[in-house]
């Protein structure tokens, strides 16, 4: 079944240490998307990329990194910059990147906590 | 940035329609308007999305106004399972807070 992989569903790691969530598709989507949600809130971007190799910063970047080496992984690192990190991550990809007309596909979500 | 607004929340009596509202005024001529919905613990799921024209399907009905500022997502009878958080979002990179939908038996 085609789908939208995120790995683990819920993480536990202590403050200070960088943390990697996975996420992966086998849709052939050319653009992936990480996205934070905190309790009662809407959803905010965090990074985009739109091909391979190539990533842009979204509305709260800063103590996050990503890569995009295949096109079909999109994995989030959640450094001890983060002053925050305690959230839940959604990853998502949609099938033409600058095309406003495409839907995004969901993946089921990570639940992070720092402790 | 395009960015939307909607209502925190509202509530509708189960099988009566609902007419969700959200305003982009400052939308681009090309860019689509979306609607997603999310239920508690998962990834939003796509709802509709039109550019100019009302839009139908099996979900819902989307009505955007004339001068694009605009849209109303039409759930048309609610049910116990629409509620949800639904969010308009008028390009495809940034969602609002969305309205909290209630349907209440």
């Known amino acids: 079944d085609g789908g939208i992989t995120q790995s683990p569903k819920y993480l536990f790691r202590k403050e200070g240490q960088n943390v990697t969530l996975s996420c992966e598709q086998n849709?052939?989507?050319?653009?992936m998307y990480w996205y934070r949600q905190d309790p009662g809130q809407g959803l905010r971007l965090i990074y985009y990329?739109?091909?391979?190799?190539?990533?842009q910063k979204g509305d709260i970047a800063e103590g996050y990194s990503v890569s995009r080496e295949k096109k079909e992984s999109f994995p989030l690192t959640v450094t001890s910059a983060q002053k925050n990190p305690t959230a839940f991550y959604l990853c998502?990809?949609?099938?033409?990147?600058?095309?406003?007309?495409?839907?995004?596909?969901f993946g089921p979500g990570t639940r992070l906590t720092v402790l | 940035d395009a960015k939307t607004t909607q209502p925190n929340s509202m509530e509708s009596n189960e099988e009566e329609p609902v007419h969700l509202p959200c305003n982009h005024s400052?939308?681009?001529?090309?860019?689509?308007i979306h609607w997603y919905r999310q239920l508690p613990s998962q990834g939003p799921e796509y709802v509709i999305h039109?550019?100019?024209s009302n839009v139908n399907n099996r979900m819902a009905s989307l009505a955007i106004a004339e001068d694009r500022k605009s849209s109303t997502l039409i759930l048309h009878r609610a049910t116990l399972r629409d509620a949800a958080v639904y969010y308009c979002?008028?390009?495809?990179?940034?969602f609002g807070t969305g309205t909290r939908l209630t349907v209440i038996p």
């Open positions: 998502a990809s949609s099938s033409l990147a600058g095309e406003s007309y495409n839907e995004q596909f």
């Open positions: 849709l052939n989507h050319d653009a």
């Open positions: 990329s739109q091909i391979v190799n190539d990533f």
């Open positions: 400052t939308i681009s001529g090309t860019d689509y």
């Open positions: 039109g550019l100019t």
């Open positions: 979002i008028s390009n495809n990179l940034f």
